[in-house]
């Protein structure tokens, strides 16, 4: 088994942070087309998976752009 150093580890978990706020923004342009800066300076600040994966299965559920702002707060 392949060594892997403490910085190709970190880089794997950044590039995994990376993929879930990507998701959480993509999904939001989806629904409602446009996002508004804030909420994507809001998301790209988040660095917990388990939040990046509860506010996408947020954004998959709330009705509005301001539903959703309100579960970032």
């Known amino acids: 088994m392949r060594y892997v150093t ?3 580890r970190l880089a794997k978990e950044e590039g995994v942070i990376q993929n879930a706020r990507e998701s959480v ?3 939001l ?3 409602f087309e446009e996002v ?3 909420v994507v300076e ?5 660095d917990d998976v388990a939040v990046l994966k509860t506010l996408l299965r947020r954004a998959i559920l709330v009705s509005s752009m301001a539903e ?5 707060s």
């Not at 809001?42 to 988040?46: E, S, T």
């Not at 959703?68 to 970032?72: A, C, D, N, Q």
């Open 6 to 8: 403490s910085i190709e």
């Open 25 to 27: 923004i993509d999904n």
């Open 29 to 31: 342009t989806t629904r």
């Open 36 to 38: 508004p800066t804030r």
């Open 42 to 46: 809001a998301v790209n600040k988040i």
């Open 68 to 72: 959703f702002e309100e579960e970032l």
